[in-house]
């Protein structure tokens, strides 16, 4: 699984869809790496960011072993499997 570590976008920059473009780009560039089946975030009081990861298709997930603050929300996106890759 690849992590999509933190990113952020500056007060001036914020509605401009700056931070879906990063997700956008992340995932594009994860779906070239055959292993990977999935990636995975996490957000803590940020809901900007738990929007805009929705918005690209991760979803809320509990992992076995939370890695993150206590009050963290985690997020997957489960990469096509290889078969039904584009080439």
């Not at 570590?5 to 070239?32: F, T, W």
């Amino acid at each position: 699984a690849g992590y999509f570590i933190r990113s952020g976008v500056l007060p001036s920059a914020r509605g401009l869809g700056i931070h879906r473009q990063l997700i956008r780009a992340l995932l594009a560039d994860a779906r070239r790496h055959p292993r990977w089946a999935r990636v995975l975030s996490d957000t803590s009081r940020n809901p900007a960011s738990a929007s805009n990861l929705s918005s690209c298709g991760f979803v809320q997930y509990e992992p076995r072993k939370p890695w993150a603050f206590p009050a963290s929300r985690y997020w997957t996106y489960r990469l096509p499997t290889k078969r039904h890759r584009q080439p």
